[in-house]
């Protein structure tokens, strides 16, 4: 068995090298990242991925999976799959490859359960570092854990419950709450394992019952949020949209209900598995693991009965990056952050989308804090499509919203947002193509977003640049009346169409507009 690295790393940010013997931020406290990659060596797949854009809020510059399975047939061999480690070994030398194309000075790799329970584990990293010159750092199974939960954690950075990462050859339990995690533990409940237990489907579930009981006993009552990592989760995830007829094919904070898993679980077995893996995007590789890890989420959610059940699409990679960040900068919003790295990036006047934020502001006195937060990221992103052609830029507007990789926002928070951003260029929604999406959220939302929307249309008209004043809005719902007051300056700005964009705005709020102009 390879020898696996336990070096420990404060919570807190690392204030040394860290877990894998460097630092992966050049600057932690800068906002932007520079280009990281990372490979993620596991039991079914090897995955490089390269990080870029905010750092906070990583997007992903590149990313490339190879189904490997590794891990296939070690309950017989106690050896990686030769197979699989041809596949591998080609895979990492592509990696290494790419990365030198793509201007980076290395990879950190890391390898989970098939490398660290292989006999021949530790030959195959040699062989990848005599190869590419990547070190592989063999992580144990409880490490393996805190990072998954670490991912989970740079997503969602107050979640709180239960953490589920699913492998080829390994599940993981860890707990999160307030920021950090907690207890964790590691399991054989990966499908590739279980795809070789002898004795059928009732051997299987004894031995997956008599786990998690096991688990259960280690991690104690844990009823809160589920929140499941891995690619068996997200294709059944995918399953479930399928079944549901659901509009919206984000993965990421995609929820499930037990009574909903149960029904896909049984939709699933009741299927034609190569039909649905076809109508879900899902490998045949991957569909093959499915029916398997069924059989363990069936389980998982009749022990540890979880209030819902959501998905992640960060994990162990996510987890590295969340793993070396000072706390100042695991503090900041990975939503705001990445609004304003495309701020900055793709807006006309970068830095405007906070005076626009304050000048609507107003409107919102009342209003609560998670809302406030979805308004100044729409204000922030008000302008970053505005290269679209003219005809589709509403459309564009809704679509980069609702499916952009952005951290900490359900659902329906990205529809909220992807409406305000099309009524930014758009008075009407009718005759849209995602008009399906709408629904998503109610007829209250739907107008509120709309009221934002024409409020950012109209403050845009009065100054692209770094202007700190705009003028100041006025909102008295009591009286239904809707000021606006300018500077004499300012006066020049309040033209024709402004005047039909703040009218429209008030027409919304079923107001009177009230304009005041000081004297010069």
Same mark, same amino acid.
């Given at each position: 068995?390879?020898?696996?690295?336990?070096?420990?790393?404060?919570?807190?940010? +690392?204030? %040394?090298? =860290?877990?894998?013997?460097?630092? $992966?931020?050049?600057?932690? @406290?800068? #906002?932007?990242? *520079? &280009? !990281?990659?990372?490979?993620?060596?596991?039991?079914?797949?090897?995955?490089?991925?390269?990080?870029?854009?905010?750092?906070?809020?990583?997007?992903?510059?590149?990313?490339?999976?190879?189904?490997?399975?590794?891990?296939?047939?070690?309950?017989?061999?106690?050896?990686?799959?030769?197979?699989?480690?041809?596949?591998?070994?080609?895979?990492?030398?592509?990696?290494?490859?790419?990365?030198?194309?793509?201007?980076?000075?290395?990879?950190?790799?890391?390898?989970?359960?098939?490398?660290?329970?292989?006999?021949?584990?530790?030959?195959?990293?040699?062989?990848?570092?005599?190869?590419?010159?990547?070190?592989?750092?063999?992580?144990?199974?409880?490490?393996?854990?805190?990072?998954?939960?670490?991912?989970?954690?740079?997503?969602?950075?107050?979640?709180?419950?239960? +953490?589920? %990462?699913? =492998?080829?050859?390994?599940?993981? $339990?860890?707990?999160?709450? @307030?920021? #950090?995690?907690? *207890? &964790? !533990?590691?399991?054989?409940?990966?499908?590739?394992?279980?795809?070789?237990?002898?004795?059928?489907?009732?051997?299987?579930?004894?031995?997956?019952?008599?786990?998690?009981?096991?688990?259960?006993?280690?991690?104690?009552?844990?009823?809160?949020?589920?929140?499941?990592?891995?690619?068996?989760?997200?294709?059944?995830?995918?399953?479930?949209?399928?079944?549901?007829?659901?509009?919206?094919?984000?993965?990421?904070?995609?929820?499930?209900?037990?009574?909903?898993?149960?029904?896909?679980?049984?939709?699933?077995?009741?299927?034609?598995?190569?039909?649905l893996r076809v109508e879900a995007g899902v490998s045949s590789t991957r569909?093959?693991?499915?029916?398997?890890?069924?059989?363990?989420?069936?389980?998982?959610?009749?022990?540890?009965?979880?209030?819902?059940?959501?998905?992640?699409?960060?994990?162990?990679?996510?987890?590295?990056?969340?793993?070396?960040?000072?706390?100042?900068?695991?503090?900041?919003?990975?939503?705001?952050?990445?609004?304003?790295?495309?701020?900055?990036?793709?807006?006309?006047?970068?830095?405007?989308?906070?005076?626009?934020?304050?000048?609507?502001?107003?409107?919102?006195?009342?209003?609560?804090?998670?809302?406030?937060?979805?308004?100044?990221?729409?204000?922030?992103?008000?302008?970053?499509?505005?290269?679209?052609?003219?005809?589709?830029?509403?459309?564009?507007?809704?679509?980069?919203?609702?499916?952009?990789?952005?951290?900490?926002?359900?659902?329906?928070?990205?529809?909220?947002?992807?409406?305000?951003?099309?009524?930014?260029?758009?008075?009407?929604?009718?005759?849209?193509?995602?008009?399906?999406?709408?629904?998503?959220?109610?007829?209250?939302?739907?107008?509120?977003?709309?009221?934002?929307?024409?409020?950012?249309?109209?403050?845009?008209?009065?100054?692209?640049?770094?202007?700190?004043?705009?003028?100041?809005?006025?909102?008295?719902?009591?009286?239904?009346?809707?000021?606006?007051?300018?500077?004499?300056?300012?006066?020049?700005?309040?033209?024709?169409?402004?005047?039909?964009?703040?009218?429209?705005?008030?027409?919304?709020?079923?107001?009177?507009?009230?304009?005041?102009?000081?004297?010069?």
């Amino acid at each position: 068995m390879p020898e696996t690295n336990t070096l420990a790393v404060p919570e807190t940010g +690392v204030a %040394d090298l =860290g877990l894998f013997g460097k630092p $992966l931020f050049q600057d932690p @406290g800068a #906002r932007a990242l *520079k &280009r !990281v990659g990372v490979v993620d060596v596991g039991s079914n797949s090897v995955r490089m991925v390269v990080f870029d854009g905010a750092a906070r809020s990583p997007a992903y510059f590149y990313n490339e999976k190879i189904m490997c399975a590794l891990g296939a047939g070690m309950a017989d061999t106690g050896h990686l799959s030769p197979e699989g480690r041809v596949r591998a070994l080609s895979a990492m030398r592509r990696f290494s490859k790419l990365a030198e194309g793509l201007g980076l000075s290395e990879l950190t790799a890391v390898a989970t359960a098939a490398v660290r329970d292989a006999t021949d584990g530790r030959e195959f990293c040699e062989e990848v570092r005599a190869l590419t010159g990547i070190k592989i750092w063999v992580i144990d199974g409880e490490e393996e854990a805190r990072l998954s939960a670490q991912g989970v954690l740079l997503g969602w950075p107050g979640a709180y419950g239960l +953490v589920c %990462d699913i =492998g080829g050859s390994s599940m993981e $339990l860890a707990e999160i709450s @307030g920021g #950090r995690v907690g *207890k &964790r !533990v590691t399991s054989s409940l990966g499908p590739l394992k279980l795809r070789d237990i002898k004795g059928g489907a009732k051997a299987r579930n004894t031995h997956i019952k008599d786990a998690m009981t096991g688990l259960a006993e280690k991690m104690g009552s844990q009823r809160d949020r589920l929140f499941l990592v891995g690619g068996s989760w997200r294709a059944i995830a995918r399953i479930d949209m399928i079944r549901r007829g659901y509009p919206l094919h984000v993965l990421h904070e995609y929820r499930m209900t037990r009574q909903s898993v149960r029904e896909t679980i049984e939709f699933i077995r009741t299927s034609d598995m190569d039909t649905l893996r076809v109508e879900a995007g899902v490998s045949s590789t991957r569909a093959s693991l499915v029916p398997y890890a069924c059989e363990v989420l069936s389980r998982l959610v009749k022990t540890f009965t979880p209030k819902d059940i959501a998905i992640s699409s960060y994990g162990i990679r996510e987890g590295m990056l969340y793993e070396q960040m000072p706390q100042r900068l695991r503090d900041r919003d990975p939503l705001i952050e990445a609004c304003r790295f495309a701020e900055n990036k793709d807006a006309r006047s970068p830095g405007f989308g906070r005076i626009l934020y304050n000048f609507v502001l107003p409107l919102y006195n009342s209003t609560s804090a998670p809302r406030k937060r979805l308004i100044k990221a729409a204000c922030l992103l008000h302008d970053v499509s505005w290269r679209a052609h003219p005809d589709y830029r509403a459309e564009v507007c809704f679509d980069n919203a609702t499916r952009a990789n952005l951290g900490g926002l359900k659902h329906s928070e990205r529809i909220f947002v992807g409406l305000a951003l099309m009524h930014r260029y758009s008075n009407k929604r009718e005759n849209i193509r995602f008009a399906d999406l709408f629904d998503m959220v109610d007829e209250k939302t739907r107008a509120e977003a709309e009221i934002l929307g024409k409020a950012m249309r109209f403050g845009a008209m009065l100054g692209m640049d770094k202007v700190e004043e705009l003028g100041e809005m006025r909102w008295h719902p009591k009286k239904k009346e809707l000021h606006l007051r300018l500077s004499a300056e300012m006066e020049p700005l309040f033209g024709e169409v402004a005047v039909a964009r703040f009218n429209s705005l008030a027409d919304s709020l079923g107001a009177q507009a009230v304009v005041k102009i000081a004297p010069r």
